[in-house]
């Protein structure tokens, strides 16, 4: 049972555009959400995060949404840029710190030059 | 530099095979945690560990043993390794489970 999905294995976007990528939960006890950025060869790195408490986070080109009544969270990137090319990975937590975390399946994201 | 380190990278073994994973982390982080990853199913978690002798399992434990003797070092390992444990394996560290994780680079894992 998949508790945390992105439906979009893959997105394409031109340079200087948005991109969004979407995730969707089922578990409402989570009330952390992450995401992490994936480079071919390497670790998953800390992106943005949000709890429930909030809907929006932003950390300069990221912006994180989060609407609990639909169980869904979004990643906004704005403007794409090239280095921006990665698998990205939603995660979900129980509030409380020393809990499972659950991945989402990741959604590869190319920023056409 | 804050770091965690997974040995080794690479390794190609056969059935039944024991075989250890170790990860090691200079952050000082109670919490850590193994996954694997596999196309199409994401990062799926094995094992997470809270602190110092106190480990739990997630969402995929089965052929999977751990133990946490230390705060820095939390090896995996496979007592008898089947090839449906052929993955890319990645250790992590936080403050806390809900918390931005640290991963190491991943350990590619081939089970002949």
């Known amino acids: 049972d998949q508790q945390v999905k992105q439906n979009s294995p893959s997105l394409s976007v031109q340079e200087g555009r948005i991109s969004i990528l979407n995730c969707d939960y089922t578990?409402?006890?989570?009330?952390?959400f992450l995401w992490y950025k994936k480079y071919p060869a390497e670790g998953p790195t800390f992106l943005i995060s949000i709890s429930s408490i909030k809907d929006k986070n932003e950390d300069g080109r990221f912006t994180v949404f989060l609407n609990k009544s639909a169980k869904h969270l979004s990643l906004h990137i704005v403007p794409s840029q090239p280095g921006d090319s990665a698998v990205y990975f939603c995660?979900?937590?129980?509030?409380?710190?020393?809990?499972?975390?659950?991945f989402g399946t990741g959604t590869k994201l190319q920023v056409i030059p | 530099e804050a770091q965690v380190t997974q040995n080794p990278r690479y390794l190609i073994t056969v059935t039944g095979k024991k075989l250890t994973v170790t990860c090691s982390q200079n952050?000082?982080?109670?919490?850590m945690s193994w996954y694997r990853q596999d196309p199409g199913l994401g990062l799926r978690q094995i094992y997470y560990s809270m602190n110092v002798e106190v480990t739990d399992k997630g969402d995929v434990p089965e052929g999977y043993k751990v133990s946490r003797k230390e705060k820095r070092n939390f090896p995996l390992i496979l007592e008898s390794p089947s090839p449906n444990q052929t993955s890319l394996y990645f250790c992590?560290?936080?403050?806390?489970?809900?918390?931005?994780?640290?991963f190491g680079d991943g350990t590619r894992l081939s089970i002949l």
């Open positions: 995660a979900a937590s129980e509030y409380g710190g020393y809990q499972k975390v659950t």
């Open positions: 952050m000082n982080h109670e919490y």
């Open positions: 992590a560290s936080s403050l806390g489970g809900g918390q931005p994780q640290h």
């Open positions: 578990n409402s006890m989570f009330d952390y």
